[in-house]
């Protein structure tokens, strides 16, 4: 049983020997425990560190890429290389080294395909009470999108079995912890949370600039996410608005014509047609969008099948 531990690095020189050193020499049921750096674009010494350090396996991307882009580019390279199991961490040894245990258990076992770290966020002393605030609602916000149980969703601290790891596909540039939630609950994997502790904060995070920013990012995201794998939900919300509120003022048109003059309020039928006739415009979408979301699976399972091959 092999574990690839793969670390995103960007300009990472001062931290990853803190990083580096903390991680596990053995872990009970795996036999062999792989480092890999995935360089995206550093302009510092960070791959001249990593490899006095002992590692011996890299991906350089051409340029700064993106957390992304890096963490995918990561799981292909992990896979060539064998990997059994994956987990991902961070450069700046924000999460416990010593909890990779705890993320390998539940794949070990059988029980989980992923597995994510959950942080003691509301315990964390240089996050700010309005960051506390907004990752607490953040994961309460993706476990009503995804229908899963995650505690917190943002966690980059998560391990991925293999099958979990060929299956996965990160269309956005900006981060892929919510995207992977969303899709996993899609693909039928099952998820499962751990609690993880963390270590003092060596730098400020690279990721969050501003925290208006991040906000909407992830809004987008998970609306995006959401239109993609659960389409027809999506657009049938949508067209279930509209033809109630359509059938709500043809109704209250029937009810002037009927028992009052029989006259005037045309506009209520007008309006009553036009929302009716977009509703059913957006159902025959939220139908189609059902079509081309099954043709996306069978074309994602072709994939991962030539993945395995590889």
Do not use: W
Not at 106 to 127: M, N, Y
Not at 239 to 264: H, K, M, P, V
């Amino acid at each position: 049983m092999k574990l690839v531990i793969q670390i995103p690095c960007y300009n990472e020189e001062q931290a990853l020997p803190v990083t580096l050193g903390a991680l596990p020499d053995s872990i009970e049921g795996i036999d062999e425990i792989e480092i890999l750096i995935i360089n995206d674009g550093s302009t510092d010494k960070t791959v001249d560190v990593a490899k006095s350090l002992d590692v011996k396996s890299f991906v350089n991307m051409p340029h700064n890429c993106g957390l992304a882009k890096a963490f995918v580019a990561g799981l292909h390279k992990a896979l060539e290389m064998g990997a059994d199991i994956i987990v991902n961490t961070d450069a700046d040894n924000q999460y416990c080294a010593d909890d990779i245990e705890k993320l390998v258990k539940p794949i070990l076992s059988g029980e989980a395909d992923i597995v994510i770290g959950a942080r003691p966020v509301t315990s964390i002393e240089h996050f700010s009470p309005l960051k506390k605030f907004l990752q607490k609602l953040g994961s309460s916000v993706m476990r009503l999108v995804s229908s899963t149980e995650v505690e917190d969703a943002p966690s980059g601290f998560r391990a991925f079995s293999r099958n979990a790891a060929l299956q996965m596909n990160v269309f956005d540039n900006y981060t892929y912890t919510m995207e992977t939630i969303i899709q996993a609950k899609a693909k039928g994997l099952i998820l499962k949370s751990v609690p993880i502790r963390v270590n003092a904060d060596l730098r400020k995070s690279k990721l969050v600039k501003n925290m208006f920013d991040y906000i909407v990012r992830s809004v987008f995201t998970m609306l995006r996410m959401f239109i993609i794998y659960r389409p027809f939900r999506f657009f049938a919300i949508i067209a279930g608005i509209f033809l109630l509120l359509g059938t709500i003022l043809g109704l209250r048109f029937l009810y002037y014509y009927i028992f009052t003059s029989g006259s005037g309020h045309i506009q209520s039928l007008i309006l009553s047609a036009i929302l009716i006739i977009t509703g059913v415009q957006i159902a025959v979408i939220a139908v189609m969008s059902e079509l081309f979301s099954i043709n996306r699976k069978l074309l994602e399972d072709i994939q991962r099948r030539l993945k395995d091959l590889k």
